[in-house]
């Protein structure tokens, strides 16, 4: 499953890369210390590894934000081998799903027809992990800069 890529030059500042660990597909995102998305994808769970190396070839990623549910011990074991691995970050992803969901809106505004209807009733055409990845940086971020 592959999705249009945010094409932004090489940036100097430090970047997050946010990760939503799954079992068959995963999200991933780069949020920069200001909020900044850079990029976010959601990638095949085989393809995780190449991903993250390509990214850190283009990104400057400080650490790696990852929730802490599903599949999150191997992933972070695997993840912590790779090639001079980043910190790796543990956070709540607790209900970060259904606040997905509410940010693809944003994020996507409705058009047509569609905007008319109530959000609990419009479905999201794609999967959101890599809307999890984001908010599970700004939740990170959130943490550090107190505002919890």
């Known amino acids: 499953m592959s999705f249009p890529k945010l094409i932004v030059p090489t940036l100097l500042t430090p970047t997050l890369l946010g990760f939503d660990p799954g079992r068959d597909k995963c999200g991933v995102a780069v949020v920069g210390l200001d909020k900044a998305l850079h990029y976010h994808q959601v990638i095949s769970s085989p393809n995780v590894s190449a991903t993250i190396q390509n990214l850190r070839e283009t990104y400057p990623i ?3 934000v990852m929730g802490d549910q599903t599949r999150s011990k191997q992933w972070k074991k695997q993840l912590g081998n790779l ?34 209807l109530p959000r609990s009733l419009r479905s999201i055409p794609r999967p959101i992990d890599d809307i999890v990845a984001i908010l599970l940086v700004e939740r990170y971020l959130n943490r550090l800069s107190g505002e919890d």
């Open 62 to 64: 400080s650490s790696i």
């Open 83 to 116: 090639p001079n691995a980043p910190r790796i970050v543990l956070i709540d992803e607790r209900y970060s799903s259904l606040e997905a969901r509410d940010r693809y809106w944003e994020m996507y505004p409705p058009k047509g027809i569609t905007k008319l």
